[in-house]
Nanobody, 123 residues
Framework: QVQLVESGGGLVQAGGSLRLSCAAS????????LGWFRRAPGKEREFVSG????????YYAGTVKGRFTISRDNAKNTVYLQMNSLKPEDTAVYYC????????????????WGQGTQVTVSS
């Protein structure tokens, strides 16, 4: 079992930055690929970014590539999403996710979800 708790969301102006954190509990944390999904109002949940269990491989959705950076610290059981140059269209609830592999996660297969944290970008 893996429990995921997100933090770091909030309100920011366009062009600003936020860093999301996801603290995980569970003794098998380091064996999971971790990542972030988001759901904007009126839209389906979509993949944002993922990182494999070693931290050596990452993947980004095209809409955030070059602006967002994912990282993980297995010693702290935490995954981060640094979001820069934020746009109003980044407004969404962001969910932390754990999957058996990065490829699976990119394809939407998730074993555990966090409860979500709201990110609002004003224009």
């Amino acid at each position: 079992q893996v429990q995921l708790v997100e933090s770091g969301g909030g309100l920011v102006q366009a062009g600003g930055s936020l860093r999301l954190s996801c603290a995980a509990s569970g003794r098998t944390f380091s064996s999971y690929a971790l990542g972030w999904f988001r759901r904007a109002p009126g839209k389906e949940r979509e993949f944002v970014s993922g990182i494999n269990w070693t931290g050596g491989s990452t993947y980004y959705a095209g809409t955030v590539k070059g602006r967002f950076t994912i990282s993980r610290d297995n010693a702290k059981n935490t995954v981060y999403l640094q979001m820069n140059s934020l746009k109003p269209e980044d407004t969404a609830v962001y969910y932390c996710a754990a999957s058996g592999g990065l490829g699976s996660q990119v394809n939407g297969k998730v074993d555990y979800w966090g409860q979500g944290t709201q990110v609002t970008v004003s224009s």
